[in-house]
């Protein structure tokens, strides 16, 4: 059974959990974003399968849209964001030593983690 977790956010459901990599679905209410991040174990690959984001990376920042996919390495810094009425939703495939949450270094928060 995969496992789902409620974020302030919206949410994210672990669709496979490997020795070699992790997948999320990541559904990103509207007007809402992740914490500006990044990460010292894993890289990640978001692909949006479903509304449209605005992702910064590294502070550069621009929309992406269905079917565009984004590479996020090793201490690259990043956020997406949902600035629209619909629900966003990307599928992140994470790769590296370490997958664990508690690989995230949080540099900016809506919601004070």
Partial sequence: MNYREQRPWGEFENLLDAEYC???????????????????????????VSGTGFITIDDKSWNVIQGQTVQISVGTKHRIENKTEDKLIFIEVQYGSYFGEDDIVRIEDDYNR
């Avoid at 679905?25 to 692909?47: D, F």
């Fill in 22 to 48: 992790k997948v999320k679905r990541i559904t990103v209410k509207p007007h809402q974003r992740l914490s500006y991040q990044y990460h010292l174990k894993r890289s990640e690959v978001w692909t949006v």
